[in-house]
């Protein structure tokens, strides 16, 4: 299974999701925050496990 962590700006500052989410939480993930009023530049990123 492939591991995602999803990355934000808001604020002005770059932020990143402290927990790993699998590929659909991801993308439901990143819907929220680009919903969210302040959020910018919203990506999924993949990363290996334990990272």
Same mark, same amino acid.
């Given at each position: 299974?492939?591991?995602?962590?999803? &990355?934000?700006?808001e604020?002005?500052?770059?932020? &990143?999701?402290?927990?790993?989410?699998?590929?659909?939480?991801?993308?439901?993930?990143?819907?929220?925050?680009?919903? &969210?009023?302040? +959020?910018?530049? +919203?990506?999924?990123?993949?990363?290996?496990?334990?990272?």
């Amino acid at each position: 299974m492939k591991n995602y962590r999803v &990355t934000w700006t808001e604020g002005g500052e770059e932020r &990143t999701s402290v927990s790993a989410y699998d590929d659909p939480s991801a993308k439901q993930r990143a819907e929220e925050l680009e919903d &969210t009023e302040g +959020v910018s530049s +919203v990506r999924i990123v993949a990363v290996k496990p334990g990272e």
